[in-house]
């Protein structure tokens, strides 16, 4: 029995044990399906998959496929400290291992997403979540390689409107990671919504830890993905005045209790402050549930779907690479939302202005100053 062979006919094992691994999915451990001579691989950006993360939800869209086409399936986790070269190496494993399609996550892998397929014309891949790049960084396209991305810019600039109708203090902030293009863009379109509040409203609402037009002297938090580091830089935020605070640190987790966010500023009066987070609902993660009632709202991308329509393209030789098979998810197809409220209620006639400004941006009577829409 061939490697492919045995990996469908184990599909209730890959499920339960893929759902250890990501924590969700959309496989029932009694799928039944028919076997195909095609292999479907994922890449991951992190060493660990975090529920709800993108590499998390680009998982489950190649689990998707797995049940509904009968693909087989291959997982390899990033290294500990990951870069370029041993992001190279994992998509050289996943050639080797025979595989047709391969899906590469985030920004951190475009460079070597780029370098592999190039060397591997046969091999379809797909990007999740950014722009193919070389490795300087430059613009590419392949015909092997579809960029699956998200224009999280538009519910970002919702985001920015919702933190300054919701501030009491006057004073939000936002800050990434990094300073990689596709984290600036974003948390720019958010500053975006700050100012268009303020131009609506005549308030006067400021945005602290990226002030300034040039990202290189915003604040990160450092380290990708790691939730202490955007915790403690949050706190450092919210002593400088900030109520509400927009992060964009690749962990969608909190690292701590609600009661350790709550102080006190020096006129003695006790400060609750509050979140909008990205990628997934940050409210609904079992994760966060000891902090939830600090979350305001997240960003969301639905990225499954478009990983499993990939696999699916490839599966039937559909599959359009380059220029012309690039997917950008918007708010009027659904990829990327402003979540509703949960816990904390929105200021009085937010949630319809919101509603509102997801329409003029998907009509194009609000645009968006983002890296997307200056392709």
């Known amino acids: 029995m061939t490697d492919k062979m045995r990996m ?32 479907a691989c994922i890449a991951t950006s992190a060493s660990k998959i975090e529920t709800g993360s993108i590499d998390d939800q680009a998982l489950d869209g190649v689990q998707r496929a797995a049940v509904k086409q009968g693909v087989g399936f291959k997982l390899v986790l990033a290294t500990a400290k990951p870069n370029t070269e041993s992001y190279v190496n994992q998509l050289k494993n996943l050639i080797a291992a025979d595989c047709d399609f391969v899906v ?12 592999v397929a190039k060397a591997n014309p046969n091999i379809r891949f797909a990007l999740v979540d950014a722009e193919l790049t070389t490795s300087n960084g430059q613009s590419a396209e392949l015909e092997n390689v579809r960029e699956l991305r998200f224009d999280a810019a538009q519910p970002a600039f919702m985001a920015g409107y919702l933190a300054a109708a919701s501030s009491n203090t006057g004073v939000v902030a936002a800050f990434g990671a990094t300073r990689a293009p596709q984290i600036t863009s974003v948390i720019d379109a958010f500053k975006q919504g700050v100012e268009f509040f303020n131009s609506q409203d005549g308030t006067s609402v400021r945005v602290i830890g990226s002030s300034g037009d040039d990202p290189r002297d915003w604040s990160v938090s450092g380290n990708w993905g790691d939730s202490t580091s955007q915790t403690k830089l949050a706190f450092r935020l919210f002593n400088r005045g900030a109520d509400l605070i927009f992060i964009y640190g690749g962990s969608v987790v909190l690292a701590s209790r609600q009661d350790a966010f709550v102080f006190t500023t020096d006129e003695g009066t006790k400060v609750i402050p509050r979140f909008i987070g990205i990628d997934t609902d940050w ?37 359009v690479g380059g220029a012309p098979g690039r997917s950008v998810g918007t708010l009027a197809d659904g990829s990327v939302s402003l979540t509703e409220a949960h816990s904390l209620a929105y200021p009085a006639g937010v949630a319809t202005r919101l509603s509102q400004l997801a329409t003029e941006i998907g009509d194009g009577t609000i645009v968006i100053d983002s890296s997307i829409n200056n392709k």
């Open 8 to 39: 469908t006919r184990s599909l209730a094992l890959l499920a339960a044990s893929a759902l250890m691994i990501a924590g969700c999915s959309a496989i029932g451990p009694d799928a039944e399906v028919t076997e195909v001579d095609y292999k």
């Open 104 to 115: 590469a996550v985030s920004h951190r892998m475009a460079a070597a997403t780029y370098r």
């Open 283 to 319: 409210w609904a993660l079992e994760a966060n549930a000891q902090v939830k009632s600090l979350i305001l709202a997240s960003v969301v991308k639905r990225v499954a779907p478009s990983v499993e329509t990939s696999i699916a393209a490839g599966l039937t030789d559909t599959f």
